[in-house]
């Protein structure tokens, strides 16, 4: 009887140990992260007849924990990797920013506009300037000296302007050039059918005579000469000049002696929109100074006024007489 029950504890105990192993065979194969199952209080024996059973549990938690530790040594060697390859990120961001600045340097370096090339262009442009301030006053010297060659030298004599006439004046009498010799005597061209022009004119030129006679003493003859002979008979002229001033004299005369009068004082005339007898006449705005030998000394246009028109003449009067005088 003792053997038998003998028997049967150790056949009890190989079951149990096969039931342990081959759990411990089947928990190896599975991941690291999940936890031993437990051994069912079934299979284990009771009481004291579990000698054997402590070397076993032991065993099997020594082999379980074999997982957790390679677990320790993967995470350390990721840890490592990790801090190896963020070692090396930041090696490679080290060299990247070294790279950066020799990047840079070289950019500065091979600019497109150095130290050296902004000298050598400053000193172009300074040259340029100099130079050109050379050349310009060379050229304003020069033209200086021309002028006073000019001044210097000998005249270049008058304008042909002016010459014999034979008209008719406005009481009927022949008038010719010698009439006015030993006279200073200012001559306007125009016509008595003008709207406003020739007014305007004839009356700047009336009180230009007083002006002179009052500022300087001079006496000037004013003398009239008509383009539009047609119209303008000696009637016709009288009543004319007599609006402007006493000593206006009105001068008409042939279409032919008008023409070869105007053509010798280089005065423009053309009859414009006629119509039947009423026309006006196209025709030059100038008044001339004629001196006492009946030659041109100057010409006035319409933009001097009175008082211009006075000290002008008074000027030209004057620097005449020193001229005569010092002859």
Same mark, same amino acid.
């Given at each position: 009887m003792a053997t038998t029950a003998l028997s049967r504890k150790a056949n009890h105990l190989r079951h149990t140990y096969r039931c342990l192993t081959s759990r411990y065979i089947s928990h190896c194969t599975t991941t690291s992260s999940n936890p031993p199952s437990p051994v069912p209080r079934s299979v284990l024996p009771?009481?004291?007849?579990?000698?054997?059973? &402590?070397?076993?549990?032991?065993r099997f938690l020594f082999s379980t924990s074999i997982p957790t530790t390679t677990t320790v040594v993967d995470s350390e060697t990721s840890k490592n990797t990790e801090e190896a390859k963020s070692d090396g990120s930041e090696k490679s961001g080290d060299s990247n920013h070294q790279d950066d600045k020799n990047n840079a340097r070289r950019t500065v370096r091979r600019g497109p506009i150095s130290w050296l090339s902004f000298l050598f262009l400053a000193a172009t442009g300074a040259g340029l300037i100099w130079y050109y301030d050379r050349m310009k006053k060379q050229r304003i010297e020069a033209i200086n000296k021309?002028?006073?060659?000019?001044?210097?030298? $000998?005249?270049?004599?008058? $304008?042909?302007?002016?010459?014999p006439f034979n008209l008719i004046d406005h009481d009927g009498k022949p008038v010719s050039e010698k009439d006015f010799m030993g006279?200073?005597?200012m001559i306007y061209f125009g016509f008595t059918h003008c709207p406003d022009i020739c007014p305007d004119e004839l009356q700047k030129l009336a009180a230009a005579v007083d002006k002179i006679k009052e500022k300087a003493g001079f006496d000037?003859? $004013?003398?009239f000469i008509t383009v539009d002979p047609e119209r303008d008979n000696v009637e016709q002229?009288?009543?004319?000049?007599?609006?402007?001033? &006493?000593?206006l004299i009105?001068?008409?005369?042939?279409?032919e002696e008008i023409k070869k009068t105007a053509r010798a004082y280089r005065i423009y005339y053309m009859k414009t929109s006629e119509e039947d007898s009423d026309y006006l006449v196209d025709h030059s705005i100038i008044t001339y100074l004629m001196d006492p030998n009946m030659e041109l000394v100057k010409f006035f246009g319409k933009n001097n006024d009175a008082d211009a028109l006075a000290d002008g003449v008074i000027k030209e009067m004057k620097q005449y007489k020193s001229i005569k005088a010092k002859a």
């Amino acid at each position: 009887m003792a053997t038998t029950a003998l028997s049967r504890k150790a056949n009890h105990l190989r079951h149990t140990y096969r039931c342990l192993t081959s759990r411990y065979i089947s928990h190896c194969t599975t991941t690291s992260s999940n936890p031993p199952s437990p051994v069912p209080r079934s299979v284990l024996p009771l009481g004291g007849e579990i000698q054997s059973l &402590p070397q076993i549990t032991q065993r099997f938690l020594f082999s379980t924990s074999i997982p957790t530790t390679t677990t320790v040594v993967d995470s350390e060697t990721s840890k490592n990797t990790e801090e190896a390859k963020s070692d090396g990120s930041e090696k490679s961001g080290d060299s990247n920013h070294q790279d950066d600045k020799n990047n840079a340097r070289r950019t500065v370096r091979r600019g497109p506009i150095s130290w050296l090339s902004f000298l050598f262009l400053a000193a172009t442009g300074a040259g340029l300037i100099w130079y050109y301030d050379r050349m310009k006053k060379q050229r304003i010297e020069a033209i200086n000296k021309t002028s006073a060659i000019v001044k210097v030298g $000998p005249s270049v004599g008058k $304008p042909e302007i002016g010459g014999p006439f034979n008209l008719i004046d406005h009481d009927g009498k022949p008038v010719s050039e010698k009439d006015f010799m030993g006279k200073w005597t200012m001559i306007y061209f125009g016509f008595t059918h003008c709207p406003d022009i020739c007014p305007d004119e004839l009356q700047k030129l009336a009180a230009a005579v007083d002006k002179i006679k009052e500022k300087a003493g001079f006496d000037i003859v $004013p003398v009239f000469i008509t383009v539009d002979p047609e119209r303008d008979n000696v009637e016709q002229v009288r009543e004319y000049v007599k609006e402007f001033h &006493p000593k206006l004299i009105g001068l008409t005369g042939s279409l032919e002696e008008i023409k070869k009068t105007a053509r010798a004082y280089r005065i423009y005339y053309m009859k414009t929109s006629e119509e039947d007898s009423d026309y006006l006449v196209d025709h030059s705005i100038i008044t001339y100074l004629m001196d006492p030998n009946m030659e041109l000394v100057k010409f006035f246009g319409k933009n001097n006024d009175a008082d211009a028109l006075a000290d002008g003449v008074i000027k030209e009067m004057k620097q005449y007489k020193s001229i005569k005088a010092k002859a």
